[in-house]
């Protein structure tokens, strides 16, 4: 087994406005380890994503982060704690440059010479966000978008990187690149938490994986091992 754990989420539940998005979900994040939590469209990934960083309230249950309940703190709080998380639809700063967007992922830092540092680093592992420093973030492609929003959040110098559905609606090229630099930040030790609708890809690259299905988690286990399991198979990698 991996390290302590960093993530605890337990028995969580979400409504929408009557509806019950996420029924009772209980996961854990160690430290060093990539998690990836995989399930079809709809099934309320995004949802506890969106409970565990402080961006929607949740109705019962807990989410504990470093042995603490963080419960009723806002993103913004949890950052400065070191989650960091990468959103669906990426929410780069539209009217910004990309520099400007990576000197916003580390607004909580005073640290100058170091975080010039880490702009370069973030340069040479997406080299194409070098090319275009001083362009709008408006102004490019979907990919570069996910580029810079992964970028951003790393800039924070995150202990938990949360990636919710980052090839979505990427060209293959794109998407191979994203879970290229999701591998190796991970190899470098980074811990992560991926949502992603690409079953196969996700499980490929994580030590433990959950499905999730209609608000519930269904399935858990090494990520190996999901892989061949013959229901995950044709439930989720199209077999």
């Known amino acids: 087994m991996t390290g302590k ?3 605890e989420v337990k028995d969580l539940k979400v409504s ?16 060093g380890e990539l998690v990836s939590l995989i399930g079809s469209n709809g099934a309320g990934k995004t949802t506890t994503m969106k409970a ?5 309230p949740f109705n019962a249950g807990d989410v504990q982060y ?5 419960k009723g703190q806002g993103p913004w709080e949890l950052v400065k704690q070191g989650l960091a998380m990468v959103p669906e639809g990426r929410g780069v700063f539209t009217r910004m440059t990309i520099v400007e967007n990576l000197q916003m992922g580390a607004y909580i830092r005073s640290d100058k010479a ?25 102004t490019m492609s979907g990919g570069e978008q996910q580029m810079l929003a992964m970028a951003r959040a790393l800039m924070s110098r995150p202990k938990v990187l949360l990636l919710d559905e980052p090839s979505m609606g990427l060209s293959p090229i794109m998407v191979d690149k994203i879970f290229e630099v999701v591998k190796d930040v991970y190899s470098q030790g980074m811990t992560v938490m991926l949502v992603e609708q690409n079953a196969s890809r996700a499980l490929s690259i994580a030590d433990r994986g959950y499905v999730m299905d209609s608000g519930a988690i269904t399935m858990t286990g090494k990520a190996s091992d999901m892989l061949s399991d013959p229901k995950v198979r044709a439930a989720y990698l199209g077999e």
């Open 66 to 70: 470093l042995g603490k309940s963080i």
């Open 114 to 138: 170091e975080i010039e540092n880490d702009m370069e680093k973030m340069f040479n592992i997406f080299p194409r966000l070098r090319e275009r420093r001083d362009q709008l973030a408006g």
């Open 52 to 56: 565990i960083t402080g961006v929607l």
């Open 16 to 31: 929408y406005g009557g509806i019950q998005a996420v029924k009772g979900v209980t996961l854990e994040v160690r430290e």
């Open 5 to 7: 754990v960093l993530l």
